[in-house]
RNA sequence: GGGCGUGUAGCACAGCUGGAUAAUGCAUCGGCCUCCUAAGCCGAAGAUCGCGGGUUCGAAUCCUGCCACGCCCGCCA
C-alpha cells in the first residue's frame, strides 16, 4: 500500500497548510492499519493535538471532511482520532500489473552464507544458514538487486588437517573398528562422498580422545595445521584432495533444496597471495598495536567499544595468522568486488564478527552487514556429530519426500508414479525450507519432524496449493471452447474474497521491500501466507468459470494472483507446481 | 562474573522505529464436496503478552530491576 501515500500525502498537504502543521510532523504519522477492517492506510492524529492544541478527535474529524474525494481512495473517515483511507477497488485492479515490482534503489551486493567446513554431511543445525542465506539470495534477486552468493571454503585449519590426516593414515578396516562400538551406519549414503569421508574424520576425532598414540597424532596434525596456514602447497593440495569430495557431497545435497553459489573462495588464497601478511604488517602499525610475551600480536579495542577481554589477537607468536585475520584480508577482498556486503553467521560468532568488523573499520574499510541466527536444537539436545546426535540434511529430505509421497498416494490416487515422485520431491523439499524460513532468525528452533512434515495450513504446500489452483483454472479456461465471457463493469460492490485478494496483491512489494531491506526473509515467508490465504479467500467467494462462461475480470485477478505467488514461491526457494 | 539474544493461548509462532478489539497455524469442538483440485473453506473455544516498577493521552512494543532459558567471553575454526 506505500503506493498509496503519495497520493494521499498530496491530497493531505493543503488541509495540513490551513492547519498550521509542518510535513516533518503528519508526513511520518502516515501508516498501514493495524486493524485492515478500518482501512489500508492511517493517520492517528494524537501527536498532532499536542502541537496544535485541539482535541485529536476533532483533528481527525475536520480532516476527514475536508478530504476530497478521489477516484483512488473509497473512503476516509476518522474513528476516535485516527484517520482511515480505504483504497478503491478500481485503483488497485489498476495496480495489479506492477504489484510485485519492487519499489527499492537497486544495489550490488554480495552475500556469503553457508561456508560450512567440508569435514562431513550437511545437517540440519547447518541448514539454518543454507537456507537463510539462499532465501536472502533469491529475495534481493526478486526485488532486482545484483547478487553473488558466495562460499567461503574453509580449507585450512584443523578440522580439515584432522580430515587428511585421517585419510592419509587410516585404513578402511581400522576406521570400521575403531567406530564398530558406534551405531551402525544404516549404509544409505555409502555412495556418497561427504558420508564415506566423514568416517575418517569421526575415527580420528575418537583416536585423537583416547588412543595411546593421541600426543604424537596431536602433534602430527598441528604441524599439517601450521604448515597450511605458512601457505604449504603440498600439504594445502593434500587438504583439498581430501575435503573436496566432502564438499562435492554437501553441495549435491544443497542443490536437492535449490541451493546454488555463485562462487567459492578458498581460504587459503589469502595466505598464498600475501594478503594476510600485508595485513598482519599494517595491524602493526596501529596505534591499538601490541604484543605478548611470546611475540604473539593483538590489537587492544577497548578504545572502539569492545568491552570484556578486548585483546583481539590476528597472529600467533610463531608468526601465523590465525581464523579471524584471514577472515578480514577476505573481507577487505569482498569490498573490492561488491558495494554491499551481507554474512549469515550463527550467534556463536557476535564476538568475532564485531572483532573483525571493529578491525576493518580500523583500516578504513567498513564492517558487512550480518544476518545471526540461533542455533537448530533437537528435542534431545545439542546437536553435536560427536556424539551422533545429529539429523543428516539427506536423511531428513529423504523422509520428508517418502512422507509427501504418502499424501499424495493418499490424495490422488490416480496420479502415476512419476507424477508422484515430482511432486513429492517438490512438496517436501519446500517444505523442510519454508519449516526453517518463516520464524525470525533469533528465535532458538527446535527441529521437530511433526513440524517438518506438517503439510496443512502455515506450510509451504498450503501455498503451493493456492498457485496450483489459479493454474488449474487457467488451464479449464483455455481449453474451454469459446467461452462467453462477460467483465465487472462495476468495482464498488466486489465480494469480500475478491477485495481481500485485492488487498493483499497491494501489500506484496510492501512486504519484498521491507523483507530485503532488513534481510529478514521470515517477514516475506509470512505476506506469502496471508497472499495464499487470500488467494483461497477469492477463490471461495469468486468463480471465474461459471458454466460456459468466463469472468475476465475475475480471470485477470486470478492470473496476476498466481504470478505473484509464482514469484513468491521462487523467491523463497519454494517449486511451484502446476498440479499437485 | 561480563556481553548478546530469547520469554506472547496446551504447543508453535507473528506483532517490537509506542497507537484502536494482540494476528496466524497445530491440537480441541462443530459445520461445508450434485459448484474452477477439500493439501481448501466457515464457525466455536482458548492470552494476568515471564514477574515487579517507571515514562506516556496511550506500553506486548520504550526505560529500569529481577527470574528462566540459549549463545559467547581460546595465541581454535
Given at each position: 500500500m506505500n503506493r498509496l501515500k503519495p497520493i494521499i500525502i498530496n491530497e493531505l498537504r493543503p488541509i495540513f497548510e490551513k492547519l498550521g502543521i509542518d510535513e516533518n510532523h503528519w508526513h511520518p504519522l502516515i501508516q498501514t492499519s493495524r486493524e485492515s477492517s478500518q482501512g489500508d492506510l492511517t493517520l492517528p492524529c494524537f501527536p498532532l493535538a499536542k502541537i496544535v492544541g485541539k482535541n485529536p478527535l476533532e483533528i481527525a474529524n475536520s480532516i476527514a471532511t475536508e478530504f476530497p474525494s478521489v477516484a483512488s481512495i473509497q473512503q476516509c473517515n476518522a474513528v476516535n482520532g485516527y484517520v482511515n483511507f480505504r483504497a478503491s477497488n478500481v485503483w488497485m485492479f489498476e495496480q495489479l500489473p506492477s504489484c510485485t515490482d519492487s519499489m527499492l534503489e537497486k544495489k550490488q551486493i554480495l552475500i556469503e552464507h553457508t561456508s560450512a567446513n567440508p569435514n562431513g554431511p550437511f545437517h540440519v543445525g547447518r541448514a539454518r544458514n543454507a537456507i537463510l542465506g539462499d532465501t536472502l539470495v533469491r529475495l534481493h534477486r526478486l526485488a532486482g538487486n545484483e547478487v553473488t552468493a558466495e562460499y567461503y571454503v574453509d580449507d585450512m585449519g584443523k578440522q580439515v588437517a584432522v580430515l587428511a590426516w585421517a585419510l592419509e593414515h587410516l585404513t578402511k578396516e581400522e576406521v570400521d573398528s575403531i567406530l564398530a562400538d558406534k551405531e551402525a551406519d544404516s549404509g544409505q549414503w555409502e555412495g556418497k562422498t561427504d558420508h564415506q569421508s566423514v568416517r575418517w574424520y569421526q575415527a580420528a576425532q575418537s583416536l585423537r580422545q583416547s588412543s595411546e598414540r593421541k600426543d604424537s597424532i596431536e602433534e602430527e596434525i598441528t604441524t599439517l595445521v601450521h604448515a597450511s596456514e605458512h601457505g604449504n602447497s603440498e600439504v594445502l593440495r593434500q587438504f583439498e584432495n581430501a575435503y573436496q569430495p566432502v564438499l562435492d557431497g554437501m553441495l549435491e545435497t544443497l542443490q536437492r533444496l535449490g541451493i546454488q553459489f555463485d562462487r567459492f573462495t578458498k581460504e587459503s588464497t589469502f595466505v598464498i597471495n600475501g594478503d594476510v601478511a600485508t595485513l598482519i604488517d599494517t595491524l602493526k602499525k596501529s596505534e591499538l598495536h601490541g604484543e605478548a610475551e611470546n611475540g604473539a600480536l593483538f590489537l587492544d579495542l577497548e578504545p572502539r567499544g569492545l568491552t570484556g577481554k578486548t585483546e583481539f589477537f590476528y597472529c600467533r607468536g610463531d608468526g601465523s595468522s590465525l581464523y579471524a585475520t584471514r577472515d578480514i584480508a577476505y573481507h577487505l577482498w569482498k569490498w573490492a568486488q561488491s558495494e554491499n556486503l551481507v554474512n549469515v553467521l550463527g550467534e556463536d560468532h557476535k564476538l568475532q564478527a564485531k572483532q573483525v568488523g571493529l578491525t576493518l573499520q580500523e583500516l578504513n574499510s567498513k564492517a558487512p552487514e550480518i544476518v545471526f541466527y540461533s542455533f537448530i536444537k533437537l528435542p534431545e539436545g545439542k546437536m553435536s556429530t560427536r556424539k551422533g546426535n545429529v539429523v543428516f540434511m539427506d536423511d531428513l529430505l529423504e523422509e520428508a519426500h517418502g512422507h509427501a509421497a504418502q499424501v499424495v498416494q493418499e490424495l490422488r490416487?490416480?496420479?502415476?508414479h512419476e507424477e508422484i515422485s515430482t511432486i513429492a520431491e517438490a512438496v517436501g523439499t519446500s517444505a523442510v525450507r519454508f519449516n526453517i524460513i518463516k520464524v525470525s532468525p533469533e528465535k532458538g528452533f527446535t527441529f521437530k519432524w511433526e513440524d517438518a512434515l506438517a503439510f496443512e495450513a502455515g506450510s509451504a504446500p498450503f501455498v503451493m496449493y493456492a498457485h496450483t489452483r489459479a493454474c488449474s483454472i487457467k488451464e479449464k479456461v483455455e481449453s474451454s471452447k469459446k467461452p462467453s465471457t462477460f467483465e465487472i463493469e462495476d468495482f464498488t460492490n466486489l465480494p469480500e474474497g475478491c477485495e481481500q485478494l485485492l488487498r493483499a496483491l497491494m501489500l506484496f512489494s510492501d512486504q519484498l521491500d521491507t523483507s530485503v531491506m532488513e534481510n529478514r526473509p521470515h517477514i516475506f515467508a509470512n505476506y506469502l501466507l496471508q497472499l495464499a490465504t487470500s488467494y483461497h479467500a477469492f477463490y471461495r467467494d469468486c468463480h471465474v468459470l461459471e458454466g460456459n462462461e468466463v469472468n475476465t475480470t475475475y480471470y485477470a485477478i486470478s492470473e496476476f494472483a498466481k504470478n505473484a505467488l509464482r514469484k513468491g514461491l521462487v523467491g523463497l526457494g519454494i517449486t511451484p507446481l502446476e498440479s499437485m
Open positions: 490416487p490416480e496420479y502415476s
